[in-house]
């Protein structure tokens, strides 16, 4: 999710302009120092992708600026199902995309749920919302 956003820093940072001038030489007093890293947090879509379960979705833009995904979700199974619902908005290009997902658990056969996922990234200038349904167990 945050990965595109690294690599697009690492590219930009790769492609940056530097000076005619040779490097300084570190001085012995010079202690070496490391960028504190942060490992993106990205969900593998694992499951099976379960679009049936999805009912009643609606994806809005607040007045802030902020987007909200809801809707239920049904399992039409004879055994407990857990969801993962992955929400994206902006143009679909097949690449690393910023999204937000979120875990249902345990949804009970013959049951349904509802759920909402606040916060969801989007561009400035918003886009086409997008959703994924899996079926996790």
């Not at 595109?4 to 302009?17: E, F, Q, S, Y």
């Not at 001038?21 to 969900?43: D, I, L, R």
Request: with cysteine; aromatic share 6%; hydrophobic share 40%.
């Amino acid at each position: 999710m945050r990965v595109a956003a690294v690599a697009l820093l690492l590219v930009l940072a790769a492609c940056g302009g530097g000076s005619d001038e040779p490097a300084a030489k570190p001085t012995a007093t010079t202690a070496p120092t490391t960028a504190a890293t942060t490992k993106p947090t990205t969900v593998s879509p694992k499951g099976t992708p379960a679009p049936e379960a999805l009912m009643r979705f609606r994806c809005d833009k607040y007045s802030k600026g902020t987007w909200k995904a809801s809707g239920f979700l049904v399992n039409g199974g004879k055994a407990a199902v857990t969801f993962q619902v992955t929400v994206f908005i902006g143009e679909a290009t097949g690449g690393e995309q910023p999204a937000k997902t979120k875990q249902v658990p345990n949804v009970g056969a013959g049951g349904s749920v509802g759920f909402a996922i606040n916060k969801v990234p989007a561009p400035e200038a918003g886009g086409t919302c997008h959703v994924q349904v899996l079926a996790t167990k």
